[in-house]
């Protein structure tokens, strides 16, 4: 692992990273009923379906929010039916529906496409006044010693501007989610602390997930949020997890057999996620 650090004009200041990573996996065994169970592997990306399959029209719940937990303590997506953005942080997982406002999720609730990890990071970066997403995307991936692997962040500050959305509840027959997306409520905040959270997912991960960053951002009183269209950060600490690893849990429902993915969605996804 490197250590780097920045000139002043920057206006960010990075910690060194970890110096080492332990190679051998910390296994917790359980015996019970004569089973031997394995922890679950921490240092890795885990994934329900993929973006392509969501942009078909999947949407039936694949997976519980309490099952997902068990796979990571911070992450994105959305619920069943495409019911608004999921954000799950230090364990907890909220929605942000079409109203704007963050609901906090059962367990019980289900998920159709979501990404989690447990978030150990590797690197602190301060951020100080970028000038809009791309800003702040640019100043993460400068940090990056890796561009093809995954990475985690959490970015907690003071956000000058952040431009949100979220999608509405979808009835079936489910439309493709670029047709969603027309109707997409947008929210704008000014001035508000508040956290994002997400991925960034290397090139050769075009549709199974996002390539690039992929945020979330849910204010620090956790009552609004939303996907991040744009954002302008005044001062704000980042925090990123190196992610080595890549796990993938397909649907077994008869939409997911049924959907066409061979098609290239990139031009859709682009419209989505913009």
């Not at 993929?50 to 619920?79: C, S």
């Not at 704007?100 to 150990?120: I, K, M, Q």
């Not at 956290?195 to 991960?205: A, E, H, I, N």
């Not at 969605?265 to 996620?273: D, F, G, I, S, T």
């Amino acid at each position: 692992m490197r250590a780097s650090c920045l000139s002043a004009s920057s206006g960010i200041a990075i910690k060194p990273r970890r110096t080492f990573r332990l190679l051998i996996p910390l296994v917790a065994v359980l015996l019970a009923g004569g089973c031997v169970r394995q922890a679950p592997r921490r240092d890795v990306l885990f994934q329900v379906s993929t973006i392509n399959a969501l942009l078909a029209g999947v949407y039936d719940g694949d997976l519980t929010v309490g099952e997902l937990k068990q796979h990571g303590d911070l992450g994105i997506g959305t619920l069943e039916a495409v019911d608004g953005e999921m954000v799950v942080l230090a364990g907890k997982a909220w929605l942000i529906r079409a109203d704007g406002h963050a609901y906090r999720l059962a367990d019980s609730d289900r998920t159709p496409f979501a990404a989690v990890t447990f978030f150990e990071p590797d690197a602190t970066v301060q951020l100080n006044e970028t000038a809009d997403l791309a800003g702040l995307q640019s100043a993460l991936d400068a940090q990056l010693p890796n561009k093809n692997l995954f990475y985690a962040v959490r970015i907690d500050g003071e956000f000058a501007y952040a431009k949100t959305r979220s999608v509405p509840r979808q009835s079936k027959p489910y439309p493709p989610l670029a047709e969603v997306a027309k109707t997409q409520p947008v929210f704008e905040f000014r001035d508000v602390n508040g956290t994002l959270v997400g991925f960034r997912c290397p090139d050769f991960v075009e549709g199974v997930n996002v390539p690039g960053w992929h945020l979330h951002f849910l204010t620090a009183a956790r009552t609004a949020g939303g996907h991040l269209l744009d954002c302008r950060v005044n001062h704000a600490e980042a925090k990123i997890d190196e992610t080595p690893e890549f796990a993938l849990r397909l649907p077994l429902d008869d939409s997911f057999a049924r959907a066409d993915l061979a098609t290239k969605r990139a031009q859709e996804l682009n419209k989505v996620e913009k």
